[in-house]
T-cell receptor, first 115, second 117 residues
Framework: NAGVTQTPKFQVLKTGQSMTLQCAQDMNHNSMYWYRQDPGMGLRLIYYSASEGTTDKGEVPNGYNVSRLNKREFSLRLESAAPSQTSVYFC??????????????FGPGTRLTVL | AQSVTQPDIHITVSEGASLELRCNYSYGATPYLFWYVQSPGQGLQLLLKYFSGDTLVQGIKGFEAEFKRSQSSFNLRKPSVHWSDAAEYFCAVGAGGSNFGNEKLTFGTGTRLTIIP
């Protein structure tokens, strides 16, 4: 039982390049989330998926797209990377969306640098 | 919308000493409150959470937190810290239930804990 896995762990991009961050969970959770973590700003929600086939914007969605490929996988795509997207990206999953029983389980993160 | 304030950016304590990390929240109704810990290079791990009932909540690794509605606080405590407790700690508040969407889980900016021998 690996929990939440993310690939890659590190990535360096040039401005304008595109890439996809992958996330998978093996806990049969319904809901998945993408956050970014920046110094002094805590975690901010980019997108979330309440269940397979649905996605919604979070607090900072501009410049990103997501795909809930199936129940296990939730990917985050940067179509044209910008230096402002330099951050650590965390994927998380939970049994249900914001429910009382909800505990979010986090992946180890992807450290992205955009030059 | 809810908000969370962690007033201490960095705290240093001696190993074996007691610890209290502060968390203040703003939310109109009864909040759902969480403490997460992040070890260097790792993701976040849930320490404890409060939804209702007993205002003193016990968590993993010997941590506890007390919900004080009158003070809008949810401070994290540990009676005796260990060197392995060195990490960053995040408080979070959520509305839960059917209020998803804008009423999401909101994280504080974190408190970095350093343990000295």
């Amino acid at each position: 039982n690996a929990g939440v896995t993310q690939t890659p762990k590190f990535q360096v991009l040039k401005t304008g390049q595109s890439m996809t961050l992958q996330c998978a969970q093996d806990m049969n959770h319904n809901s998945m989330y993408w956050y970014r973590q920046d110094p002094g700003m805590g975690l901010r929600l980019i997108y979330y998926s309440a269940s397979e086939g649905t996605t919604d914007k979070g607090e900072v969605p501009n410049g990103y797209n997501v795909s809930r490929l199936n129940k296990r996988e939730f990917s985050l795509r940067l179509e044209s990377a910008a230096p402002s997207q330099t951050s650590v990206y965390f994927c998380a999953s939970s049994e249900a969306l914001w429910s009382e029983a909800d505990t979010q389980y986090f992946g180890p993160g992807t450290r992205l640098t955009v030059l | 919308a809810q908000s969370v304030t962690q007033p201490d950016i960095h705290i240093t304590v001696s190993e074996g000493a007691s610890l209290e990390l502060r968390c203040n929240y703003s939310y109109g109704a009864t909040p759902y409150l969480f403490w997460y810990v992040q070890s260097p290079g790792q993701g976040l791990q849930l320490l404890l959470k409060y939804f209702s009932g007993d205002t003193l909540v016990q968590g993993i690794k010997g941590f506890e937190a007390e919900f004080k509605r009158s003070q809008s606080s949810f401070n994290l405590r540990k009676p005796s810290v260990h060197w392995s407790d060195a990490a960053e700690y995040f408080c979070a508040v959520g509305a839960g239930g059917s209020n998803f969407g804008n009423e999401k889980l909101t994280f504080g900016t974190g408190t970095r804990l350093t343990i000295i021998p």
